[in-house]
């Protein structure tokens, strides 16, 4: 496909990863920014049972483990959905290993999790669902961050095109919504709209 504008929408692990090449590359102080800015990952584990152990009006349970990252947050789904859903989250490192889980390890380390806080009645799941962003090849991880180097300076580097014929959108692009779904729509729509300007 041939056109004189390109926007260039995909996540900031995948840049890092130098999965898209760029002719002519791009100018040092994008390529720069790029490669200070972190990029983190998160796992999202959908876990769902028979009938509900927990209090069904909280939203909202939180999990101190030994080892950092190991689930330390739980959101009650049922409230919204009806249905004996917990939604369960991993970070940092432990996150990226979790996503390596097979099925039955990752049921068993929530399983487990899951008695720590509830009790050793917690039956066995009936269903899983999760992400593995670390793993997906159009990801590579979820969420952009100010790495240890990095300036918001390189966040908002990125929302100014490369000339006129490319633009970056994304929740990497720019400093101030970085990391977030809106930030990578409003990002999306900037873009466009500087797009739009030049037609």
């Not at 806080?117 to 100010?146: C, K, Q």
């Not at 490319?166 to 692009?173: I, K, T, Y």
Request: charge should be positive; charged fraction near 15%.
């Amino acid at each position: 496909i041939e056109g004189a504008h390109a926007i260039c929408a995909v996540p900031l692990g995948v840049l890092k990863a130098g999965k898209i090449t760029f002719d002519p590359p791009l100018p040092r102080v994008h390529a720069s920014a790029i490669m200070r800015i972190g990029f983190g990952t998160v796992t999202k584990a959908a876990v769902a049972f028979e009938t509900p152990f927990w209090p069904i009006q909280t939203q909202f349970f939180g999990h101190l483990d030994a080892t950092r990252g190991r689930w330390p947050t739980a959101f009650n789904l049922r409230p919204s959905t009806g249905h004996d859903v917990l939604m369960m989250i991993a970070t940092g490192a432990y996150a990226a290993r979790a996503d390596t889980m097979n099925t039955d390890d990752l049921k068993s380390d929530l399983t487990d999790v899951l008695r720590a806080m509830f009790g050793n009645r917690v039956p066995e799941p009936t269903g899983i669902v999760s992400s593995a962003w670390s793993r997906d090849p159009h990801t590579l991880g979820a969420y952009s961050f100010p790495a240890v180097g990095t300036r918001p300076a390189d966040f908002d580097r990125l929302a100014q095109g490369v000339g006129t014929g490319l633009s970056f959108a994304g929740e990497h692009v720019g400093f101030a919504y970085h990391g977030t779904a809106h930030g990578a729509h409003l990002s999306g729509l900037k873009a466009a709209a500087a797009v739009l300007r030049q037609l």
